[in-house]
């Protein structure tokens, strides 16, 4: 018999990704709007410059995974100013992160792929670290908000 263990199927990967998902929009929309643009510790980017970062990579990623596109991603390409624009382009890449998603096959998780030129890894090592990045920008966010005086929501609440 030829039984292959599996931890976590496709569909599981991307639901515990978008619950980190939904909790990062909740941290976004916890920041007073100037804040979010303009509060930093220690020299770290402001909240926003993380979740732009989280924005170009994402969906993009997962677009050049399926097209087998290796160009560097584009941070500068999204220039908000408001926090409903990047809640609003937030959404959008949901979308796009489920619509990409969907189209890898369970075989190309395991094929290595070169994302953005710069990293060399199998597929399903590239979708883990958009969620480390994520929780890793995240965790910032929070001291950012504990910081300004405001209760971050909790870690483990990451449904909608």
Known sequence: MNATAT???SQQLLIHWQGHRNLTRRVIEAFPEKDLFEFSIGGMRPFSKLTLELLAI???ALKSIVEKNTEAYDEEAFNPTTRAEILAKWD?????????FSQITEERFQETFNLFGQYEFPV???ILYFVDNEIHHRGQ????LRAL???PPFFWERER
């Not at 959008?92 to 990409?100: P, S």
């Not at 966010?141 to 950012?144: F, P």
């Open 58 to 60: 994402g969906g993009p």
């Open 141 to 144: 966010g929070y001291v950012y």
């Open 7 to 9: 931890v976590l199927d």
């Open 124 to 126: 399903y090592q590239n």
């Open 149 to 151: 005086g405001i209760e």
């Open 92 to 100: 959008e890449e949901t979308e796009v992160i489920n619509e990409y």
